[in-house]
């Protein structure tokens, strides 16, 4: 089993639209929980970053944590064409490694049509 | 503000051949790091660096060599290309201790025929 679940998608919807990508994860230690997004062709380009349990929303975008079910999620309201990518989770704690090991789902691959 | 640069962006070259990716940033970030990116695999670490003169292994290390004699750059060195590296590659950069995120470039893509 890997450490991070991500649902690969491909995840499309009508402009506007709200948008719901998850993931979950089995490691406890866990404690930063970031979004990218990729477009094609390009590197990943933080999106989100959350510490712990709860909510942070950012224009369009909410992340929410939830630890006690290991489960984050990132909502889009709105969505636009332009919001069209790959979206990645990545996750990371302050046990184990010293260097803070970043561990990325699979990612999940979004279309907005016009 | 150039953030983290990648070069070259597309690279084509034979087994056997040795192979320079390079990666520069200009934050001064303390800690560098090398990603390999494969369909069905996702972002996989090849090596890192915490600081100049340290480096230690990831993932997937085997094949490729890294150095880091100056902090703002790191550069991925495959001593004898094969055929299993051709992927795209990401270089990443972290202010400081691991509650901070990383920062990506915009990656080589890398064939070897």
């Known amino acids: 089993q890997k450490e991070v679940e991500q649902d690969p998608g491909p995840l499309s919807v009508p402009e506007g639209a709200i948008v719901s990508l998850n993931c979950t994860y089995s490691?406890?230690?866990?404690?930063?929980f970031m979004w990218y997004r990729q477009y094609s062709r390009k590197g990943p380009e933080l999106l989100m970053y959350?510490?712990?349990?709860g909510n942070k929303e950012d224009g369009r975008f909410t992340a929410q944590v939830d630890k006690s079910s290991k489960y984050i999620s990132l909502f889009i309201r709105d969505s636009q064409p332009s919001d069209s990518a790959t979206y990645l989770c990545?996750?990371?704690?302050?046990?184990?490694?010293?260097?803070?090991?970043?561990?990325f789902g699979q990612g999940t691959i979004l279309t907005v049509h016009p | 503000d150039a953030g983290i640069t990648q070069s070259p962006r597309y690279k084509i070259t034979e087994t056997g051949r040795q192979v320079t990716l390079m990666c520069h940033q200009t934050w001064s970030h303390s800690y560098m790091f090398w990603y390999r990116q494969d369909l069905g695999h996702g972002l996989r670490l090849i090596y890192y660096?915490?600081?100049?003169?340290?480096?230690d292994k990831g993932e997937v290390p085997d094949g490729y060599v890294v150095s880091r004699s100056k902090t703002e750059n790191f550069p991925l060195t495959l001593e004898s290309a094969t055929r299993s590296q051709t992927s795209v590659y990401f270089c990443?950069?972290?202010?400081?201790?691991?509650?901070?995120?990383?920062?990506f470039g915009d990656g080589t893509r890398l064939s070897i025929l």
């Open positions: 660096s915490a600081a100049a003169d340290i480096t």
């Open positions: 959350t510490y712990s349990s």
């Open positions: 490691n406890s230690a866990f404690q930063y």
């Open positions: 990545a996750m990371s704690g302050t046990g184990g490694t010293s260097y803070g090991k970043l561990t």
């Open positions: 990443a950069s972290r202010q400081g201790g691991s509650n901070q995120p990383q920062h």
